[in-house]
């Protein structure tokens, strides 16, 4: 049954009466069906050599001899000469339609033994004899449509297993193909569009008692009558056409009477003039199980109450494009058994009628219904009780339709499919400008909610969709207002599944402090595309752990994940992990955050088309283990290097990367190209025409394949001496800027390590058995609290200060004691500092006694502390001593900054240490 079905709704569906021949014929060719592609020479692949629309007049000789199929239709043949074909005695399939062949040579199913279709549609073939199809027993498929066929004797008596036939379009003056007993195995016969004027008795005489025939096509604008018994000789009949055979309302009468001796399941009277339809016109189909009946294009106005009365076992009605303009209660009486009503275009307003009306329990006869289609239809309004009845019902369109009470959808707008299992509605395109609350309350079983191309404009609080908690699909795309959201939009339809609000919402509905989408665990697929939202909540995806689909196209969310954005860039899709599909593009996106894309391993495609991305960081697509298709064209991408796409490209199906401005140097595009040699499991479609360099000027407007890797093997050493003369480079900077600013610290752990290790004194151990004190410290009084409180605290039991004020005998004369205390310490210690120099007594005797002793002694004892910075002249002018007369570790400095004070103590310290010998 469903098979039968569906030839007749190939048929129906293509227009043409001649589709059953190209269907078949692509099936066996290629098994599809695809728009021709200019060639310039025979196209052969597995054995079928495709030689179609090349002009030719001849079939060509070269071609391989085992093929089974040859194509030779659209060209410019004039006959087919059995010498051309016998090369290829394996051909099972011929095409020569749409040529000129005027004769079919007898002997060409000699030639050919194993040929099964034959296609000669569109020929100029005049005289058909029995010798013409003498040999071609084997025949499967005959099409002959439009030609000028004349039959004489018996054509088609040897197609002992001819099972699909064409003769339609020939102007064939009888329905009769023969007056003996033929075709025994025919199953589909086309005599539509010829010139017949009547079906006789005994027409299908050659076909008596055949069991095989199930699809008879009759259509024929000038067939006029049906003699009684015509349909006798095909009792196995299941499928009649009769589209544009002008009848009648009488002759459509006599048509279903005879039909009542046959098998007949699917009738198509399409175009038939059928204006109104009585209660006696289907009458004679009582007793058959027709369950199809097509009586669209008719332009019916009236049907009469009863009329389908007879059509007890009818599953689908048609009556599409039509102009009923009233049904009634007893419009559908009898067919219990209906499981699909088409009602497109069969209710409509015109310039010249009323608004078709509807009455109350029109369709409760109707109580099998599954679906019923009022697609682009006008009623005058939809009541409490305009779909009471329809117990079984699924599938309600009525998409594209004007229903005044559809413009404001209250709870009582649909109260009539209460008692309806109701699964999908179809409000698409119906005007609908307000949603009231409940107004699907009694839709219990609704799993899919169609909403798109509307007018509404309001805040949806949730309340729209009570009692909708089976609802799996909500679509409200493309709204010619715009719909703002709140944070319970979506709170009683938790299984939800598919969400489009597409080109619906106002630019700041999704800026909530708490998701509209929260608690939608189940959702799937969302799109929010085309609504130029330019401010997302992070939250916004929060609890979407089902969520696969994501749709944010045509938006404006660059500000988001720019650096610079305040409070940083907005982390929106941290919510749904689970995510397969991302679109993002046409969002004006100039960079991604590295954690943008963060944790999405399970993303198979990413779009970021259209956008203005430049350079990429390096981490962005790191998680991306898993895509499969990524699409970046029209960006501003110059550079693709491995550190952003080895991840994403790894295990890639599909990339489309096309104008994108090119950087064609060794740095920018080697990897790339290098990448696109090699691959093999990878498509990128218009590689050549559209991957182009924009720089360099050498390669300006040229394919990105064009450029020569190998330029690039003489840059190493260069590239190895950039690296090397940088790192060094690198590296002086950092030790000058480490010394400049650390190298106080660096000095200072380097004397703690060293003293540790050695000691702090490199004096021999007979140095310091002499004398009393490790320093005799002459400082100006003005010095003397510096003395106290910096020097005095570092005395311990191995280094002791002698101070003359502190340390003289008392009764001693000043001058003796001096010279006393300077001889019995091992260093001499100058606190240097402006007061000192000016201090005469300092200045004249203890500095000059000081020196006096060392030259004396020969020792190499003096350590300078400056407080202050002293120039040496003033120095030299006062102390009679030069910063170059001492080693450098006996010349110190008072640090300014408080943390350098250690390092000031360790270094005076080892100068006390340092011995006093004079240095070589």
Known sequence: MQRRHWVFEAMRAAGSLLLPWAVIVCHFTTGHCAASVKKTSCEVNNGRADCSHLSLTAVPPNLPRNITSLDM????????????????????????????????????????????????????????????????????????ASNRLKLQGEPFSALQNLKYLDVSSNKLLSVKLGSQLQLPNLVNLSLAFNDFTAVKKDDFFFLNQSSFLQVLILSSGSLKTLEPGCFKPIPGLRSLIMDGSNMGTEVISKLCSELSATAIEILSLRKMKLVTLTKPTFSGLQHTNLTFLDLSHNGLGKIEDGSFHWLSRLQTLVLADNNIKHLTNGTFQGLGSLKKLQLT????????????????????????????????????????????????????????????????????TLASLAGSPLTKLNLEGTAISQINPGSFSALRNLTTLLLDNNYIKQ??????????????EIHMANNHQTVNLSTTS???????????????LRGTALNLETSPFRGLSK????????NNIANIRENILEGLVNLKVLKLQHNNLARLWKSANLGGPVLFLKGAQSLQNLHLDSNGLDEIPVEALKGLSNLTELSLSENLLNRLKYSVFNDLESLKILRLEKNLITTVRPEVFETPLSNLSLLVMNKNPFDCTCESILWFVTWLNNTNMTSVPELRDQYKCNTPLTYFNCSIMDFDPLSCKDMTPFQALYILSSTAV???????????FHGWRIQFYWTILINRTLGFSDARVEEGRGFEYDAYVIHAEEDASWVERRLLPLENDKCKFCLQDRDSVPGTLKLESIVDNMRNSRKILF?????????????????????????????????????????DYKLSHSLFLRRGMLRPCCILDWPVHKERVPAFHQKLLIALGMTNRLQD
Not at 523 to 530: A, E, F, I, K, W
Not at 844 to 864: G, T, W, Y
Request: aromatic share 6%.
């Open 459 to 472: 805040t949806l609080t949730g309340k729209e969709f009570e009692g909708l908690s089976q609802v799996q």
């Open 831 to 871: 606190v240097i500092t402006e007061s000192l120099l000016r201090d005469s007594w300092c200045r004249r005797f203890k500095a000059h006694h000081a020196l006096h002793q060392v030259i004396e002694a020969s020792r190499d004892s003096v350590v300078l502390v400056f407080l202050q910075d002293v120039h």
């Open 730 to 740: 690198l590296m002086l900077l950092v030790s000058a800027l480490l010394v400049r």
């Open 345 to 412: 275009r069969a209710l409509v307003k015109s310039h010249t009628s009323a608004t078709p009306i509807i009455d109350d329990f029109s369709f409760q006869a109707l109580s099998g219904l599954e679906t019923l289609v009022l697609q682009n239809t006008a009623v005058r309004d939809i009541t409490e009780h305009t779909f009471t009845g329809l117990t079984s019902l699924r599938d309600l369109d009525m998409s594209w339709s004007s229903y005044i009470s559809l413009k404001n959808i209250t709870n009582k």
């Open 73 to 144: 239709s659209h060209n410019r043949l004039g006959g087919i000469p059995s010498v051309s074909l016998k090369p290829y005695p394996d051909l099972i399939w011929l095409d020569v339609s749409f040529n000129s062949i005027t004769k079919l040579n007898a002997d060409l199913c000699q030639t050919l033994p194993l040929l099964q279709m034959l296609n000669m549609q569109h020929n100029e073939l005049h005289l058909l004899k029995k010798e013409d199809l003498n040999q071609c027993g084997n025949l499967i498929q005959l099409n002959m």
């Open 490 to 504: 979506f709170s009683y339809v938790p299984n939800l599944r598919v969400l489009t609000l597409g080109k619906s």
């Open 523 to 530: 959702l799937t697929v969302l799109d929010l595309s085309n």
